[in-house]
């Protein structure tokens, strides 16, 4: 079985050599109309041509329609990668979000009206973070412990508490040393 891509590529030959026969016999009928001088003929292939330019004209217009439906399919598929992207950076950030806010609450007393409104500062802050970090490629792909530790270091948090109270499973393994 052939893929479409060869079949496109086979189309695509065939179509230009339509197109350049139509054209070799387009010129030849221009030129004897020209030469003749028998009104009757003249008329006849004065027709022919204008069937051969018709079809010449179909041809190019069949190659321009095949030319914007392949750039809209490559459109159409780039925005399914930047969709998906996208995607992905928003389960990313939704994931780091939830680590920070988990710290940051963990961290800050909400029953202290000084520390709630901290804690809530830290957690806007961290979202500016975050809504400008996943605009960067390969932020989906990037581990939450990574980001986790940037963010960590742009708020000023101290990362190995941060994993320790993130339920970092590494900090869990590690013996307690208290």
């Given at each position: 079985?052939?893929?479409?891509?060869?079949?496109?590529a086979r189309h695509e030959a065939v179509l230009k050599r339509v197109q350049q026969l139509s054209l070799a016999?387009?010129?030849?009928?221009?030129?004897?109309?020209?030469?003749?001088?028998?009104?009757?003929?003249?008329?006849?292939?004065?027709?022919?041509?204008?069937?051969?330019?018709?079809?010449?004209?179909?041809?190019?217009?069949?190659?321009?329609?095949?030319?914007?439906?392949?750039?809209?399919?490559?459109?159409?598929?780039?925005?399914?990668?930047?969709?998906?992207?996208?995607?992905?950076?928003?389960?990313?950030?939704?994931?780091?979000?939830?680590?920070?806010?988990?710290?940051?609450?963990?961290?800050?007393?909400?029953?202290?009206?000084?520390?709630?409104?901290?804690?809530?500062?830290?957690?806007?802050?961290?979202?500016?973070?975050?809504?400008?970090?996943?605009?960067?490629?390969?932020?989906?792909?990037?581990?939450?412990?990574?980001?986790?530790?940037?963010?960590?270091?742009?708020?000023?948090?101290?990362?190995?508490?941060?994993?320790?109270?993130?339920?970092?499973?590494?900090?869990?393994?590690?013996?307690?040393?208290?």
């Open positions: 079985m052939d893929n479409s891509g060869d079949r496109a016999l387009a010129e030849d009928l221009a030129d004897a109309v020209v030469a003749t001088r028998d009104e009757d003929k003249k008329a006849r292939l004065a027709g022919a041509y204008h069937k051969i330019t018709r079809g010449l004209r179909q041809a190019v217009a069949l190659e321009a329609r095949l030319a914007r439906y392949e750039a809209a399919g490559e459109r159409a598929e780039a925005d399914r990668a930047k969709a998906a992207a996208r995607e992905g950076a928003e389960r990313r950030s939704a994931q780091v979000k939830a680590r920070v806010e988990r710290l940051v609450w963990n961290e800050y007393d909400e029953g202290d009206d000084d520390e709630f409104a901290e804690g809530g500062e830290l957690i806007e802050r961290a979202e500016e973070w975050l809504s400008e970090a996943a605009e960067a490629e390969g932020f989906a792909e990037t581990s939450v412990g990574v980001h986790l530790a940037r963010l960590c270091a742009h708020l000023g948090l101290d990362w190995p508490a941060a994993q320790d109270s993130c339920g970092d499973p590494a900090a869990a393994a590690r013996p307690n040393s208290s």
